[in-house]
């Protein structure tokens, strides 16, 4: 039988993981919930178009809307939207963490909006330190008040569950891995709208990585070595473009030596207006 191991974190910390239920919020979200307000958070304005797409409804303690930004494949972190009056918050705590490194079914963030419970089971920051830890949200910051091993919590009845992950076609890490992230700029009217495939190739192989609209980014891990990066989408202006790859970038070829790469997507333009193309840059 697998024993759970509680990892103290403050003198009142429990004999036990705390469950969704010990931690309740009876407050009823706001009747006119706020937008998410960009000049609150200097991040805010990097993920505005995810923020502003998102649902309003409150989803966590009570006033609260807690959002999934990924960051690759199977990777998330969170922003935390306070729809009293539109404050947005990054948590340090729950930043960009991974769960890809086990086959477990408790993985990613989960949160419910009649707690103040954060749970969170997998690698953060890619420390090398894989657990379910759990957090209680005080309004405007995280308080780590428990850890455990993963894969020790039963994850039965648990709200909010993160679909599985989409499998962008991440390499597995070699020894001298790196991460690639990609970043598009919010762009102008249609365009922002008009979906781009990032394509890496070597060897032979191409597989997609990632795919983004205007305003967001992605980051994904690639092997060492040599790759060529490509940008891919139909045709803007025309919905009913059946070609997937109408529109291209030139290659980019990046070199993965165990240090981060970002990577800026924009679309290819002609004086005012949008033409079939793409722009990868450094």
């Known amino acids: 039988m697998l024993g759970i191991v509680l990892v103290a974190v403050d003198a009142g910390a429990a004999s036990r993981p705390p469950g969704f239920g010990d931690f309740r919020v009876s407050e009823p979200p706001p009747a006119a919930p706020a937008p998410a307000d960009l000049s609150s958070h200097p991040d805010a304005r990097r993920y505005r178009t995810l923020l502003r797409r998102s649902k309003r409804d409150s989803n966590f303690a009570g006033h609260f809307t807690a959002i999934r930004i990924g960051c690759g494949s199977s990777c998330a972190q969170l922003a935390i939207v306070d729809r009293r009056n539109g404050r947005v918050f990054f948590p340090a705590e729950f930043g960009p963490m991974e769960w890809a490194v086990a086959d477990l079914e408790d993985y990613g963030y989960t ?82 709208l008009q979906l781009v495939r990032l394509l890496a190739s070597r060897g032979g192989s191409s597989r997609e990585v990632a795919h983004l609209r205007g305003g967001e980014s992605s980051c994904v891990e690639l092997a060492g070595g040599t790759w060529s990066l490509e940008a891919r989408s139909t045709r803007p202006y025309d919905p009913s473009s059946p070609d997937p790859n109408a529109c291209r970038s030139s290659p980019l070829r990046i070199r993965m030596e165990g240090k981060e790469v970002r990577v800026t997507v924009s679309p290819q333009s002609k004086g005012s207006a949008y033409i079939c193309g793409w722009d990868l840059g450094r």
């Open 111 to 192: 949160f419910e909006v009649t707690s103040r419970v954060v749970r969170a089971c997998g690698d953060p920051g890619e420390s090398g330190r894989p657990a379910c830890r759990f957090y209680e949200w005080t309004g405007t910051s995280a308080h780590l008040v428990a850890e455990v091993p993963w894969g020790a919590v039963d994850p039965a009845g648990a709200a909010n569950r993160p679909s599985p992950a989409r499998d962008f076609g991440s390499v597995h890490a070699a020894p001298r891995s790196g991460r690639v992230c990609f970043e598009r700029a919010e762009d102008g009217g249609v365009m922002n």
